[in-house]
């Protein structure tokens, strides 16, 4: 499983259950980024 696709999950769990809410939406963002950063990689290593 992708690293980005766990981050999210975990963060979307803590801001469910309210637990540690900054701590989830921070692993959220975190996710996006990640993903972000791995689409792009992978579209300049394609040209």
């Keep these: 499983m992708p ?8 963060g979307v ?3 469910i ?5 900054e ?3 921070f692993l959220i963002w975190l996710g996006a ?3 972000v950063i791995s689409v792009v990689l992978m579209l300049v ?3």
């Design 3 to 10: 690293a980005w696709l766990i981050l999210i999950l975990i």
């Design 13 to 15: 769990v803590l801001v």
């Design 17 to 21: 259950l309210g637990i540690a809410t």
């Design 23 to 25: 701590i989830g939406q």
């Design 33 to 35: 980024v990640v993903l």
């Design 45 to 47: 290593r394609r040209t």
